[in-house]
């Protein structure tokens, strides 16, 4: 297993970080203009309404950043709280944390302890 990590330093640094946090409790990507004509249950991002399906670049799970993008679509919203109540999504991290570890000893390590 390889994995590569490229750390950019930018404006939409916490854009990113809520995207990437938003994929980790189940939303997928809002609807572009290429990825609405995959219709029905082969659609693989989230419409912004039933009758609407491009998202217009608008919310945060959007496929690239943007200015002014501060917030969740409802369809995302949408993706995250089922996940949460049917527990396709684990939170109880969130609210029950008795058996995480806290005093865990980094040493001499610097920074994210890859560097």
Not at 8 to 17: G, H, L, M, P, Y
Not at 68 to 78: E, H, R
Request: aromatic share 4%; net charge neutral; proline share 5%.
């Amino acid at each position: 297993v390889a994995a590569t990590n490229v750390v950019v330093k930018s404006d939409t640094e916490w854009q990113i970080f809520a995207h990437e946090t938003g994929h980790t409790f189940g939303a997928v990507h809002d609807c572009v203009p290429q990825t609405c004509p995959v219709k029905g249950p082969s659609q693989a991002c989230c419409p912004l309404s039933r009758n609407q399906c491009d998202a217009g670049g608008k919310y945060i799970m959007n496929p690239s950043t943007g200015s002014g993008i501060t917030s969740f679509s409802p369809c995302s919203i949408g993706n995250i709280c089922s996940g949460l109540k049917s527990n396709q999504i684990k939170g109880n991290c969130l609210t029950d944390n008795k058996n995480v570890q806290t005093d865990v000893d980094i040493g001499s390590q610097c920074g994210n302890g890859i560097v």
